[in-house]
Nanobody, 118 residues
Framework: QVQLVESGGGLVQPGGSLRLSCTAS????????MGWYRQAPGKERELVAA???????NYQDSVKGRFTISRDNAKNTVYLQMNSLKPEDTAVYYC????????????WGEGTLVTVSS
């Protein structure tokens, strides 16, 4: 049973920073993509950033230059450093793990709320 545990959300003022963490427990195929999605009220869930085991990166255009995704493969942990936060970054952020081989399973965390407001 794979579980994703997220942490690091909260309230921050515009221009501030937050760091999200997500650790996966259980057995995950070694070739995978770990990433972050977000869903704002009334909007669809969207990809924020993702990074594969072998280092390929993908960022949503609106966060390029402000957010950085990194991962520690030994700990099955992915991080999202968010700088220069804007009110439009307010959303529930979800951790996602997608296996690229093996059973090709996909897993989701329960989400952590990020609120950017003065």
């Amino acid at each position: 049973q794979v579980q994703l545990v997220e942490s690091g959300g909260g309230l921050v003022q515009p221009g501030g920073s937050l760091r999200l963490s997500c650790t996966a427990s259980g057995s995950i195929f070694s070739l995978n993509v770990m990433g972050w999605y977000r869903q704002a009220p009334g909007k669809e869930r969207e990809l924020v950033a993702a990074r594969s085991t072998v280092g390929s990166l993908n960022y949503q255009d609106s966060v390029k230059g402000r957010f950085t995704i990194s991962r520690d493969n030994a700990k099955n942990t992915v991080y999202l450093q968010m700088n220069s936060l804007k009110p439009e970054d307010t959303a529930v952020y979800y951790c996602n793990v997608r296996e690229l081989a093996g059973r090709r399973m996909e897993y989701w965390g329960e989400g952590t709320l990020v609120t950017v407001s003065s």
